[in-house]
């Protein structure tokens, strides 16, 4: 599929028709944070460089999804709910789409889950490639989440007065095609999508000391690190950094009985492996009591185990976690202490 260009100007005119024909949600600034919402017109859409407060994959798995309805009077019957309503995304960043990308794998490669199955089916997203860093914060170029190559309908980047389309998809095309006044990429096109991305490059200076790659390696023989001891006594499992990260997908499934006992709904939850019932047994034992096993738990999720089992980066480097944690605990910092530190082990008792 041959890339486009459109301009600036196209662009807006054409995102507000498909406000008006559809239900479009994109970054909207509410003070000081950026949040998806809907919209109604091109003009409400933030251009901060900033992620969202929560990420995109909110409207695959949202904080509270109802799953189906059960009636008890006449026997056993069960209703499925399906979410099927059409959305667009637009605005999404790189990050986000990777992180979207490895939902994917979980939900759809390994579990078939239909209930994220029918919503990503019904969404269609549309990619603004970063050409700076949101903030302190993100560190995605060294999580190698930068460049999407996959995982988008539409990639769109900022030429200054124009936008370079990328195309992913065939629904893609077809957006491309509704646009109207977008035209075929030529060579002096690719030219500035190539010199942006150069650029964009080297503006990403924020960095492990390691490639994503080795974390596995580096989080296994830190198991028994004081660090994590140190950061146990810092964290206040308040889940605060689960709740914001685009790559966490833990929930609770519990269901409600009408109070005639004829009938209920059985919904699920979004959870936090940080909270210290999330591993508590039917006998009231934990096992994460203590909040440094769960601190540790936590990155080695985002840092081996989701890689060493999809493939794919358990943590997409954009910073929300550091950017909403309340004393200050950050992923890039504390990857970094177990690469610079000598591993130190304890005796456990």
Known sequence: MIDRVVTKADLLDFLDRLAAERKVVAPVAEGPLVRFKDIGRAAEISDRYLPTALPPSKYLLPP???LLRFRTDDG?????LFDTGEIVAFGVRPCDLHALALLDAIFIDDKHDGHYLSRREHITLIGVECLEPCDEHCFC????????????DLLLTDLGDAYYVQIGSSLGKTLVESLGAARDAVYEDRTRLRKAHDS???AFTRRLD???DQLPALLAESSDSLLWDVLGEKCLSCGACTNVCPTCYCFDVRDEVDLDLEGGRRYRAWD???LEEFAMVGTGES???PRSMRVKHRFNRKGRYILERYGR???VGCGRCARNCLVGINPIEVFNQLKGQPVERTVRT
């Open 64 to 66: 509270k999804e109802l």
């Open 76 to 80: 056993v019957a069960i209703e499925p």
């Open 141 to 152: 170029a060294s999580m190698e989440t930068l460049d999407v190559p996959s995982g988008y």
């Open 200 to 202: 964009r490059h080297a």
């Open 210 to 212: 390691v490639t994503y």
């Open 272 to 274: 936090s492996c940080q």
């Open 287 to 289: 096992f994460r009591q």
């Open 313 to 315: 980066q358990g943590c």
